[in-house]
């Protein structure tokens, strides 16, 4: 098991993502983009732990006026973090609803594994962006 370490420095890290991703200019349109978040340092940091994020505010084809926060979660290996823990990130990285100590992600959430990528994904509409 791996220890969550949120220092002023992993804050800072996650700030600066957050801050970069949900500019207009930097949201990640499937259709358009073409570079994954994933590949890109401004969108991905490692925290302490080798917790590895990677978060973007999405476009998505199937809804096209509806921005999605999208965060994904890994550590190395061939492992999965724990779920608490990426609730907790994706707390940090601007996702509502959640209230520490829930073991469940909020309704609105969706999650899942991707065994895959080795990560843990976590999707959320981004209300606050609605287009018109």
């Known amino acids: 098991m791996r220890a969550l370490i949120l220092d002023e420095e992993a804050r800072s890290k996650i700030k600066a993502i957050k ?3 949900e500019s207009k200019d930097h949201w990640y349109n499937i259709m358009k983009s073409s570079e994954a978040p994933g590949l890109m340092k401004e969108h991905s940091c ?10 973007s505010v999405s476009m998505s084809p199937k809804s096209p006026k509806v921005p999605f926060r999208h965060l994904s979660v890994s550590v190395p290996g061939n492992r999965i973090p724990h779920p608490i823990v990426v609730w907790f990130i994706a707390d940090l990285f601007g996702f509502t609803g959640w209230t520490m100590g829930e073991e469940n992600p909020p309704k609105d959430w969706s999650c ?12 959320q509409k981004y209300e606050q962006l609605y287009l018109n």
């Open 46 to 55: 490692v925290l302490t732990g080798g917790l590895r994020c990677v978060f």
């Open 19 to 21: 801050d970069y991703s």
């Open 112 to 123: 899942h594994v991707d065994h895959d990528e080795g990560c843990v994904v976590v999707i």
